[in-house]
């Protein structure tokens, strides 16, 4: 049961986004730190107004300037229960976890939807 709890919570993150607008593209972050032996996967669309970033466990990443639009909203999204929270950089475009656990980053337009 709570594999497929789990399940919903995918579902509804991604279906509240344009997913099908992204395509994966680790070139537009790197990771600054704790990503030794841990995967981080990004995604973006074309535009750049749209980015989601999963960390299978804590790290913190760099967004590489100019790739994606200026002052996008970005909030953590947890896997494990479905709670989102906003997002603020460490310092310019820097993210870090929450915690060590595995995290969802999303970057989109304040008005972005289907």
């Keep these: 049961m709570t594999m497929l709890k789990g399940y ?3 579902v509804d993150f991604f279906t509240s986004i344009s997913w099908w607008k ?3 593209d680790n070139t537009c972050i790197e990771v600054t730190q704790g990503g030794l032996g841990k995967r981080v ?3 973006r669309s074309e535009k ?3 980015a989601v970033v999963y960390f299978e466990a ?3 990443i ?3 300037p100019g790739i994606l639009e200026e002052g996008l909203e970005t909030e953590w999204f947890n896997p494990r229960n479905g709670h989102r929270t906003p997002s603020e950089s460490q310092q310019a475009n820097i993210y870090r976890t929450p915690d060590e656990q595995d995290w969802a980053l ?3 337009r ?3 939807g289907f």
């Design 110 to 112: 304040s008005n972005l």
């Design 58 to 60: 804590g790290a913190e």
């Design 106 to 108: 999303l970057f989109r």
């Design 22 to 24: 992204l395509n994966p």
């Design 41 to 43: 996967y990004a995604s």
């Design 8 to 10: 919903g919570y995918i």
């Design 48 to 50: 750049g107004d749209l």
């Design 62 to 64: 760099m967004v590489k």
